[in-house]
């Protein structure tokens, strides 16, 4: 992430803060929808029709919330309906930059250098928040969304009558319990790392640090009798969850000083994670190196040396284990 302060684009983590030392985090900017007839969604404009090669999605491999478009995109058979250009995972100065030579893909929609000109390019005069995922239009040349629980609802539905697959990881007739899980998870969990790892206050920190375990003990009772959060079928809220449990003990637990235990020291969790990591495409949604070199080298207020660590060494395609 990143906001444009006296002409240099600056890590956003480092300017949502309250008074009192929490990390606060602020609302995507662009919320409009892909649908299948062009119609508007939820929120928005109308005028975004599911079509072959109109959409590009922009990602880090670092990031979790991106991290989601991903899975999903490649459990829908979106692959060919929507070409991907990853950023560098390397943020300094510049944000997130397409720098090939520190391993980004390059922009391969719009030849850019940077992440920022593709907010400037859909508007010129923008000054806010520059995140990852995003949703471009090439047709309409402007960014659909930049909200990843939005994105990956379009790419649940949106392009069916293309792909001519109907699997659905939001059925309507899970949506109550799917949504409360969500509504569990976000703050606990998803946020609740960085609301740790960003406090600038031990209360703070700390509140952040009793939350997020309480709920991960909580979901470790859960799955003793489940395969995934709501049985045995897997939904958006099992994929919301693993792409934070999936870095927890790479980066989370020491980086972010989530240090009570290990998910490898979950009796259920560690199964959880294999389960959902093993089944097809999903483990070449994952990049430790990414993931590893963004948190420890770019994050420079919490790991002034920049150093990255070379561990843990967890093998996620091992069989699927239950402990305790």
């Given amino acids: 992430m990143g906001l444009l302060i006296d002409g240099q684009w600056r890590d956003q983590w480092y300017d949502t803060e ?10 995507a900017g662009f919320r409009n929808w892909v649908t299948a007839d062009g119609s508007a ?19 880090s491999l670092a990031c979790p919330w991106a991290h989601r478009t ?11 309906l929507i070409p991907v250009s990853t950023v560098s995972p390397i943020m300094l100065e510049d944000g997130w ?38 949703l471009w239009d090439t047709q309409r040349n402007t960014i659909v969304s930049n ?39 976000y703050p606990a969990i998803n946020n609740g790392v960085y609301r740790a790892g960003f406090a600038t206050s031990q209360a703070a920190y700390e509140e952040a640090y009793a ?7 909580a979901i470790d009772a859960h799955l003793a ?8 079928q897997l939904t958006e809220a099992d994929i919301r969850l693993f792409t934070t449990l999936i870095r927890f003990d790479a980066v989370y637990h020491g980086h972010f000083k989530c240090n009570r235990q290990r998910l490898e020291d979950y009796a259920h969790i560690a199964r959880y994670i294999r389960d959902i990591y093993q089944l097809p495409g999903i483990a070449e949604t ?21 150093v990255v660590p070379v561990g843990p060494e967890i093998d996620y395609s091992e069989p699927r284990v239950e402990r305790g």
């Fill in 18 to 27: 309250s008074s009192d030392g929490r990390f606060v985090r602020e609302d």
């Fill in 41 to 59: 969604g939820p929120s928005g404009d109308g005028g975004f029709t599911a079509e072959p090669g109109r959409f590009h999605l922009y990602v």
């Fill in 70 to 80: 991903l899975i999903m995109r490649t459990l829908k058979g979106l692959e060919e």
């Fill in 97 to 134: 930059t397409f720098d090939t030579a520190t391993g980004s893909s390059g922009d391969r929609c719009g030849g850019r250098e940077f992440h920022h000109q593709v907010y400037t390019d859909a508007v010129p005069d923008y000054t806010g928040r520059v995140t990852v995922p995003v």
């Fill in 147 to 185: 909200e990843s629980s939005e994105i990956i609802r379009m790419f649940n539905s949106a392009f069916d009558g293309l792909t001519g697959n109907a699997v659905d990881f939001y059925p309507a007739d899970l949506r109550e319990r799917i949504d409360a899980w969500n509504d569990r998870i």
């Fill in 211 to 217: 939350e997020l375990f309480a709920e991960l003990d």
């Fill in 225 to 232: 009798d489940s395969r995934y959060l709501l049985g045995e």
């Fill in 286 to 306: 994952v990049n430790f190196d990414h993931i590893k070199r963004h948190y420890y080298a770019s994050h420079r207020t919490i790991n002034p040396t920049g």
